[in-house]
């Protein structure tokens, strides 16, 4: 069997990258919030959803649209349930730094760039070409083997939800978001919006920074309807007048929420600038100085939960977004919070801040920590498989970040990513929601080796 899956990667992989490729020419960015209508993520999800459910159909695969909220390929059919492969099609925003088109996949020196490459679009790309390998070797499994391509992983996570309302939960669900061997555990997570009372008369005309909740932002723009500032240019700010106005462009580095030690928050220079040159007084001073608090922490300080425990370690807090709409300031936060705070008390503190400037909170996205014991048999057959296949030893571990893996009964974090995959990679280039997104070509031909035979194992055991 071993000769017979490395054959097949070798003969599939040119046709596995330009499934990616054209996956990652898809601009598929979800909405903070669902539209109304056929498509609640917006086209570009859709277009991504049905290019892979064509693709799926094309391998003899049966494909099954919900509703636009995410799609599912199966092979096989069984009344003792399914293994699931849950991956997302979405993607953050490319932001700034890029060297290239960040939706045109760039094949150079044995990987390939562009936004999606390793979050999330690869893994699906790998996880279409497992499911190639069992419809092609017409294996007779116990179970059927379910595909789940969601829509919404980047900003709501409301896919999953209606897909578990809707259809019926995996019996195990593998999730390729991560990295090997398997993870067992995420943080709490928590995304929403403070929004300000109208502010009227305020000599602040733009404020624009972020591209998500869940990205540490690496611009703030600023313009302001006044001259006679100080003006800066020292690489991370840079202020000047143009006709009678101030524009103050503030510079930072990327990051994902769930590490946001490694970025350096451009909100929070902007806001410092505007606080210490007294531009704003009153109520509007009140919601900057909120702004500071959120944007100059990260574990939680300016809305009071800070907090650690032994398995998660210390709770996190970005100020992701921070936009000024029909006088009216919109204050994006992500919040990482491990069992040491319980949910209701996370809240009030999130609340009684919002009070404080009188504004309102909308919380769409609001989940515990999900954790799996290490000694749950369907962990210890991952791990059992891992160290047969690689001749590693596995040693579950938990994360900061958020995967689907939280929404399912028995969902693990498993690959497609290996330890050391970002060792040469400069800072604040090619991890995931940074520019030059990258992944190595090897990693997914030994991802796709090792999908394959753990799905057979899983099979053979659950």
Not at 102 to 112: C, L, Y
Request: with cysteine; charged share 25%; hydrophobic share 35%.
């Amino acid at each position: 069997m071993k000769e017979q899956i490395q054959r097949f990667i070798e003969e599939n992989t040119p046709a596995m990258l330009e499934d990616l490729r054209r996956l990652v020419a898809i601009p598929s960015m979800a909405p903070v919030v669902p539209a109304s209508g056929r498509y609640p993520y917006l086209e570009g999800c859709a277009k991504a959803l049905d290019y892979m459910l064509a693709r799926g159909k094309e391998l003899g695969l049966s494909a099954d649209n919900v509703d636009y909220h995410c799609g599912v390929l199966s092979y096989g059919s069984s009344a003792a349930g399914s293994i699931g492969i849950a991956c997302h099609l979405d993607v953050v925003p490319p932001g700034s730094g890029w060297s290239h088109d960040p939706f045109d996949m760039v094949e150079k020196d044995g990987r390939v760039y562009g936004r999606g490459v390793n979050d999330n679009k690869g893994a699906a790309a790998m996880a279409l070409y497992a499911m190639k390998f069992l419809q092609e070797s017409g294996l007779a499994l116990k179970h059927r083997v379910d595909l789940i391509l969601g829509c919404d992983e980047e900003t709501g996570m409301t896919d999953m939800p209606y897909y578990l309302k809707h259809r019926t939960a995996p019996k195990m669900t593998l999730v390729p978001d991560g990295t090997f061997p398997v993870c067992i555990g995420e943080k709490g997570l928590c995304e929403g919006d403070i929004i300000s009372r109208p502010i009227d008369n305020s000599p602040i005309v733009v404020f624009e920074a972020g591209v998500a909740s869940n990205v540490v932002p690496d611009k703030a723009h600023v313009v302001i309807d006044r001259a006679g500032l100080p003006p800066v240019d020292d690489g991370e700010l840079l202020v000047r007048e143009e006709n009678g106005q101030t524009i103050l462009d503030a510079f930072g580095r990327s990051a994902h929420a769930s590490t946001p030690e490694k970025g350096d928050n451009a909100i929070a220079k902007a806001v410092r600038y505007l606080l210490d040159n007294d531009v704003v007084d009153g109520y509007e001073r009140e919601v900057l100085e909120l702004c500071w608090d959120l944007s100059s922490t990260i574990y939680g300080e300016g809305f009071g939960v800070a907090c650690e425990e032994e398995v998660f370690k210390k709770l996190t807090c970005i100020c992701g977004t921070l936009n000024k709409k029909e006088e009216r300031y919109l204050i994006g936060f992500n919040i990482r919070w491990p069992m040491a705070i319980d949910a209701e008390a996370l809240k009030a503190g999130i609340e009684l801040c919002c009070d404080d400037i009188g504004g309102e909170l909308f919380l769409p996205l609001f989940d515990p920590p999900h954790y799996i014991d290490p000694d749950h048999p369907g962990v210890r057959t991952l791990c059992d498989c891992y160290d047969r296949v690689t001749g590693e030893q596995c040693e579950p571990y938990v994360v900061y970040g958020a995967t689907y893996a939280r929404y399912f009964p028995l969902g693990l974090t498993y690959g497609p990513s290996f330890v050391g995959d970002d060792a040469s990679l400069p800072e604040g280039y090619g991890a995931p929601h940074q520019p030059d997104e990258v992944m190595p070509i090897a990693t997914l031909q030994k991802a796709l080796g090792l999908y394959i035979e753990t799905l057979l194992e899983l099979d053979s055991v659950l």
